[in-house]
Structures are given as structure tokens and as C-alpha cells.
């Protein structure tokens, strides 16, 4: 059983930075996509980034790109996001979640939340302005 557990959520203000860690357990990340979601009150699950197994290539969401950095320690079993310039439209629960990699499939296939099989227990991130 494979358990995630998300870090380093907090209250911060516009413009500032926060860094996100998910550590996992019970297997290593091989052969793993891993995905950043979030999920603001009265909002829907939305994708924020991933990155691949296959060459580590990574991928943003629209609203996040050139403001957040998702990285992979695969000797620890630890994914980050990097979160600077935030935004009070940032402010949301912040989801892990890994899924099973496969290079038939695209980049954006790995979007969908349907895609993953575990998830951590998320991680408030509150951004005042």
C-alpha cells in the first residue's frame, strides 16, 4: 500500500513562497507519474503540475506556469512543488497523487485526476493579499 503524505503548506502573502513536499512510503516511485491537484471551497479538483517518470519532463497548469516548479527526488521518494509570486487565487488544498506511467500515452493524459491511483491528505495553502 503506498501512502503520501503532503508538507509545507501555510499562510503566506501575495507575492510570496512556499514550497510543497510529498513523501511517500510503502513503494518507490519507479515507472511513476506524479501530479500536483488543488482544490479550492465550493471549486472542483483542478490539475496543477506533474511531472513524468519517463525523463522527469514536467508539465503546468496554465494559471501556475512560470511561477511554480514541480521536482522529483526519486532516491528519497519525494516530489516538491516550488511556489513563488502567489496569488490569493492560489489559495487552496493542495493534493499529491501518483499514478502508474506509460510512454504510449501523452503528457496531458496524466491531467486528469482519474489518472492516479493514490493520494495524499492535502495541505492548506492560504495566500492573503
Known amino acids: 500500500q503506498v501512502q503520501l503524505v503532503e508538507s509545507g503548506g501555510g499562510l503566506v502573502q501575495a507575492g510570496g513562497s512556499l514550497r510543497l513536499s510529498c513523501a511517500a512510503s510503502g513503494r518507490t516511485f519507479s515507472n511513476c507519474v506524479m501530479g500536483w491537484f488543488r482544490q479550492a471551497p465550493g471549486k472542483e479538483r483542478e490539475f496543477v503540475a506533474l511531472?513524468?517518470?519517463?525523463?522527469?519532463?514536467?508539465y503546468y497548469a496554465d494559471s501556475v506556469k512560470g511561477r511554480f516548479t514541480i521536482s522529483r527526488d526519486n532516491a528519497k521518494n519525494t516530489m516538491y512543488l516550488q511556489m513563488n509570486s502567489l496569488k490569493p487565487e492560489d489559495t487552496a488544498v493542495y493534493y499529491c497523487a501518483s499514478g502508474a506511467d506509460s510512454r504510449y500515452y501523452s503528457g496531458d493524459y496524466y491531467y486528469s485526476a482519474s489518472r492516479y491511483n493514490y493520494w495524499g491528505q492535502g495541505t492548506q495553502v492560504t495566500v492573503s493579499s
Open positions: 511531472i513524468r517518470w519517463w525523463g522527469s519532463t514536467t
